[in-house]
C-alpha cells in the first residue's frame, strides 16, 4: 500500500500513557484509508471522539483543565486564543489552582488543629497567621478569576449587536468592521430583514458582529419577523451598539428603541455618517455614557470603536492569560464566595472551616481531583500535631 515508518512508544512514555503505535505514511486521502481499512480488519476499532485525551485524564498524564485546553487549541480562533490554550496544556493553569488549594490545605490544618485542641490556648500569632493567609488566598484568587475571565474572552468571544433604525448604515458599519462586503447595503429602508452574523477578532480578541433588522412599526409581515428576531437576539448580546444618524441626532424614535433595550446589558452610542457634516471622528462622554461618532462609509474613527469595543467586554492585555471555560469561571466565582463568606464567620472555627473546605472543593473540581476525605493524610505528612 505504502511505504511508511512504524513508531512505538512504550507505556507510559506515550500521550495517552499506554502502548502505543503511530503509523506514518506518504499521505494521500486514498492511501491512508486503505492503511486504516486494513487496521480496522486486524481488529482495532475507531477511537471515539475525544478518547486519546480521555485516556491521557484516565492514566493522570493530564489533568481535567489540561485535557480541556486539548480541544481549545484545536478550536482557538486567534493567535492570542491559541497561545493562551498553549499555557493551560503546558500546565500553567492547573499550576495556579495547585498553589491555591495548597494554601488552603495549609490553612485548614491550622483550624483544624485548633478544633482538634480546644483546651489549649490559642496563640494570638496563630490568629494573625490565619487572617494573613486567608487574605493572601483571596487577593491570589482574585488575581486568577480575573485572568480566567480574560481567557474565557478568548474562547467563547464577545456578541455585540448592532441595533438602530433603518438606514443609519447598520449594515455599512457591519461591512466596515468584517473588510467585506457580508450585508447588503441599500438607501432603501428595511433592507435587511434576518440577523446577519459576522465573527472578527480585535486585539485578537474574537467577537460575533449581529446586524440585525432595523427597529421600526412596519406593516410587512416578513420584515416584522426581523424585528421579532432583533429583540429576542438583544437578550443574548453582551454588548449593544445603537446607532444613529450624526447628521439628524437623538430622535424621538431613537429614544423609544433606547428605552426598549435591555437595561442590564452595556451600550455604546455610535452616531455615523459624519462625513457628511465634515467632522473628524471622535468620542464624547455624555452622562455617563460614550457616545462615539465616526464614519462606516469612509472608516474614520472605526479605531475609536474597536478601543471602546475591547474597554466595554471587560478586556486588557494581561500577561499569563488562561484559557478557561465557563464551568472553570463558575468554581473560581463560588470558591471565591465561600472564601468571603469564611472571612465573616472567622471566629467560629467550624464554619470556618466547612467554608474552607467548600471552596477546596470547587478549585479540585477544576483540575477534577475531587476528594473528600483526603485532608487526614496531609495533616499527619505535614503538621505535627503531637509537637
Known amino acids: ?142 488575581r486568577i478569576l480575573n485572568l480566567a475571565r480574560q481567557g474565557s474572552l478568548l474562547r467563547e468571544g464577545a456578541h455585540i449587536v448592532l441595533v438602530g433604525q433603518p438606514n443609519v448604515g447598520k449594515s455599512s458599519l457591519l461591512n466596515c468592521l468584517s473588510g467585506e462586503e457580508v450585508a447588503l447595503v441599500s438607501e432603501i429602508p428595511g433592507t435587511t430583514r434576518d440577523v446577519i452574523r459576522q465573527a472578527i477578532q480585535i486585539g485578537g480578541v474574537p467577537f460575533h458582529i449581529i446586524d440585525t433588522a432595523g427597529l421600526r412599526e412596519t406593516h410587512d409581515a416578513v420584515e416584522q419577523m426581523g424585528v421579532a428576531r432583533t429583540r429576542s437576539t438583544l437578550q443574548k448580546a453582551d454588548a449593544i451598539l445603537i446607532l444613529l444618524d450624526a447628521s439628524l441626532g437623538m430622535s424621538a424614535d431613537d429614544r423609544k428603541i433606547l428605552n426598549e433595550l435591555p437595561s442590564n446589558i452595556p451600550r455604546l452610542h455610535i452616531f455615523n455618517k459624519v462625513d457628511l457634516l465634515a467632522q473628524p471622528a471622535h468620542v464624547e462622554q455624555r452622562d455617563g455614557e460614550c457616545h462615539i461618532y465616526l464614519s462606516a462609509k469612509t472608516g474614520a474613527g472605526l479605531d475609536l470603536l474597536r478601543n471602546k469595543l475591547l474597554a466595554l467586554i471587560g478586556w486588557h492585555q494581561e500577561a499569563g492569560v488562561f484559557m478557561a471555560r465557563e464551568r472553570h469561571v463558575r468554581a473560581l466565582i463560588a470558591a471565591r464566595d465561600h472564601l468571603v463568606r469564611a472571612a465573616k464567620v472567622v471566629s467560629q472555627a467550624e464554619f470556618f472551616a466547612e467554608e474552607l473546605r467548600l471552596a477546596q472543593d470547587h478549585l479540585n473540581s477544576i483540575t477534577g481531583e475531587f476528594t473528600a476525605d483526603d485532608l487526614l493524610g496531609q495533616i499527619f505528612s505535614r503538621f505535627c500535631i503531637g509537637k
Do not use: W
Open 1 to 142: 500500500m505504502d511505504q511508511g515508518i512504524a513508531l512505538f512508544f512504550p507505556a507510559p512514555h506515550s500521550y495517552t500513557g499506554e502502548d502505543v503505535l503511530e503509523l506514518q505514511g506518504h499521505g494521500g486521502t486514498a492511501v491512508l484509508q486503505l492503511v486504516l481499512q486494513r487496521c480496522l480488519e486486524l481488529g482495532a476499532r475507531l477511537a471515539h471522539p475525544g478518547e486519546f485525551t480521555q485516556r491521557a485524564f484516565l492514566n493522570d498524564k493530564l489533568d481535567l483543565a489540561q485535557a480541556e485546553s486539548v480541544a481549545d487549541l484545536i478550536d482557538a480562533t486567534t493567535s492570542q486564543a491559541a497561545r493562551s490554550a498553549m499555557r493551560s496544556l503546558l500546565g500553567e493553569f492547573s499550576q495556579a489552582i495547585h498553589r491555591l488549594v495548597d494554601g488552603l490545605i495549609q490553612l485548614r490544618m491550622l483550624v483544624e488543629a485548633m478544633l482538634d485542641f480546644p483546651e489549649e490556648e490559642v496563640d494570638v500569632p496563630d490568629i494573625t497567621q490565619r487572617d494573613r493567609q486567608l487574605g493572601m488566598l483571596r487577593d491570589e484568587l482574585d
